[in-house]
């Protein structure tokens, strides 16, 4: 995938929706590094309709439904995604021995970000089913959540100044720096600073995408026959939907943040870098040791199921 195809993921995430435990938590939490990463993937089938609790009540038959869709859907992202992050990891690790370019954390990105919409489309299903059994209004209750949501955010984010929104800009990036480099240097907190001085406003753009989302949402969720595919086809073809401005906000601000990493990461001190590979290597293990666990309840399925057919 080419770097600069990568921001097309981006204008598909403010779908904050059924859809975003599934690529936050499943996937970001592995990109964050939390120590916690076996813990809150493990509780994952409690986690889920957890979440959905805060947009639609679900009855007990749905909830048997949902947490039955889940189990396929969590089975395959242990077997066949999981090996693909820790392959990630050796090439971003493999990536450290020399001097970083802007095209080593384009390409990194973008397989992060290929991995996602694999998540987002694998997710689907599980989403459609449950999708079909909600009543009328249940999918109301929905809509609203999302609207009142959208409220928040409205009110949370656009009455900030300028000023404000580049300094919560900064605190989000010297934050992440500091999770996986420690402390920062002096030098390294001014250059952080001024690539947020050089990123252009984007929370409004952000929000109008949104807006239009939950309203292409409010027409699909009628569902009319064939509403599924529609679905399925809106979520593939956000990126082409969102307004030149918000593309190029976006493009830019990607740009500027993957400049401050590039440099951020080949001046880090020697003792930043054992940082930086201790969080990667913490990372590692918990990873390889949710593969371990999908290959063993795996065997015990399969010889579950020989055991019956004997």
Known sequence: MNPVD????????????????????????????CSGTRFVYNRLDFLVPWYL???????????????????????????????????????????????????????????????????????LDWMLALGEELRDEQVAEFLAGLREQQSEYEEKYLERDDAEFQSDACERLQDNARKYLGRLQREQKAGLAAACDDMLRSDSLWLEARGQWIARLDHILQREPGWQDELREALARRGETVSAAYRSTYEHNARTIQLAVVELLNGRSERQDAHLRRELGKLRRDLLALVEQGEREQETVALAGEQSGT
């Open 6 to 33: 990568y921001p097309r993921f981006h204008l598909a995430l403010p779908v904050r929706a059924l859809s975003r435990l599934c690529v936050l938590t499943l996937l970001l939490v592995f990109l964050a590094g």
């Open 53 to 123: 609790g805060d947009y639609v009540s679900l009855d007990r038959e749905q909830d048997r439904l949902l947490k039955s869709e889940l189990q396929p859907f969590l089975a395959w992202h242990r077997q066949e995604e999981l090996p693909r992050y820790v392959a990630l990891l050796d090439r971003i690790e493999g990536k450290l021995e020399r001097e970083l370019t802007e095209a080593d954390l384009g390409i990194l990105t973008a397989e992060a970000e290929v991995a996602i919409f694999r998540l987002q489309e694998r997710a």
